[in-house]
């Protein structure tokens, strides 16, 4: 279907985003999927355009430019090596409310959102990251899927996953390693030689996804969603590192991506507290910002109100307050923003409870009213404004095998900061 209100295709320089006339382009948006729909949210087996058309107006109205959406395996590829064509129909149709609206929209590789079919489970082992098998599966998803929408320049980039990671132990991993890997705590033999290896298979991942959709799609640009234990600076143990060091993956892409939430204790309100987090942010985009690459914080957010049995309740206007300190401080380092959610999802089995700019109803809460007053100011955003202190370094490899190097690195760092 030709697009009735085509946007400019997006590229990517070292100083950030430009339109094809080459505007200044921040994306500004939500992680986009609609409360009443399970969780995780079944955006594709519940997809309603009526209410996606709704909300794609409300989201312009209120400034958004970019919606990053899941693609499923359930939806998109449920027998291996073929796309179904009714979740392309339904992606092509969502391409084609988001060119109506003015939005972007930023798609998410095929991930567990709808189930996993029984071909990853069961012929792949479940292993999504060395299993020989799946990789070429996911190639040829890529290639098919990028070479479909090659000519649709509302789509602003692909995001090969939501927040990869390595995992510990697989029959794959052991085939890489040569048995059994070592015992994930600190001072274990053989522990910095396997998250090396855990580090390899992250970028072989990214290489061989990166080369199929170029193959087809070369104007597309392509990032991947990085979790924040992707940076070492605080890991709750040396297993949940996830493996993507940007050093080696930022080669591969035209820019890169780092999801970020404020962590306990820090869950209430009181500047020590948000201080803390922010120098904590502050650690992660030190290490992704140094590519001369454009970085996205493509998912960030805070519970916004109500209470959960682990953390102190929090009010809308703490929820407007964090996130737009988050933006505010992190503009000159950072050049967009994606809200984690529109609307807030009562089905939630976490803080998504709580994080959206509209309730479930579709009221305007504190923070939508914040979001909106922010749309206009990040559009100057200048990737590269501000600086952050060289020093301390990270000490990386002691970072991944003993999480007690991060907190001796992030005290050395909030002692430099003024």
């Not at 109205?61 to 064509?85: H, K, W, Y």
């Amino acid at each position: 279907m030709t697009p009735t209100n085509a946007t400019s295709r997006i590229r990517v320089t070292s100083r950030g985003f430009h339109t094809g006339d080459d505007v200044p382009f921040v994306p500004f948006g939500v992680n986009y999927y609609r409360p009443g729909t399970g969780w995780a949210p079944k955006v594709w087996r519940q997809f309603d355009p009526d209410a996606t058309r709704d909300d794609f107006a409300r989201l312009r109205a209120l400034g958004a430019n970019c919606v990053r959406v899941f693609l499923t395996f359930d939806s998109f590829c449920p027998e291996m090596g073929q796309i179904d064509p009714v979740g392309l129909g339904k992606f092509e149709q969502f391409l084609d409310l988001a060119d109506e609206a003015g939005l972007y929209v930023h798609p998410t590789g095929p991930d567990h959102w709808e189930g996993l079919p029984v071909w990853i489970t069961q012929t792949c082992g479940g292993d999504r990251y060395a299993d020989e098998t799946f990789l070429q599966a996911l190639e040829a998803f890529w290639h098919d899927f990028a070479a479909r929408f090659a000519d649709r320049p509302t789509i602003f980039a692909y995001d090969l996953l939501n927040e990869p990671s390595v995992p510990w132990d697989t029959p794959a991993l052991q085939a890489l390693w040569g048995g059994p890997p070592p015992e994930p705590v600190p001072g274990a033999p053989g522990l910095l030689a396997y998250q090396h290896l855990r580090e390899q298979v992250a970028t072989t991942w990214t290489r061989r996804q990166v080369d199929a959709i170029r193959a087809v799609s070369p104007q597309t640009p392509i990032t991947v969603g990085l979790i924040q234990w992707s940076v070492p600076a605080m890991l709750p143990s040396v297993r949940a590192y996830a493996a993507y060091r940007p050093a080696h993956i930022a080669p591969l892409l035209d820019f890169l991506e780092i999801h970020f939430y404020p962590l306990a204790p820090f869950l209430t309100y009181e500047p020590g507290q948000v201080d803390s987090n922010l120098l904590y942010l502050e650690t992660l985009l030190r290490e992704v910002i140094g590519f001369c690459k454009p970085v996205v914080i493509a998912e960030f957010g805070w519970y916004g109100g109500g209470s959960f049995s682990a953390h102190p309740p929090a009010s809308e206007e703490d929820q407007a307050a964090w996130c737009s300190t988050l933006v505010e401080h992190t503009a000159g380092l950072a050049c967009g923003w994606l809200n984690w959610g529109f609307r807030d999802q009562p089905e939630a089995r976490d803080v998504s409870v709580l994080t959206g700019l509209l309730t479930p109803q579709g009221d305007l809460k504190a923070w939508g009213r914040r979001f909106a007053e922010l749309a206009s100011t990040v559009a100057a955003a200048h990737c590269g404004a501000k600086s952050l202190p060289e020093e301390p370094r990270l000490d990386w490899d002691a970072c991944i095998t003993d999480p007690e190097a991060g907190e001796a690195f992030r005290i050395a760092y909030a002692e430099r900061r003024p």
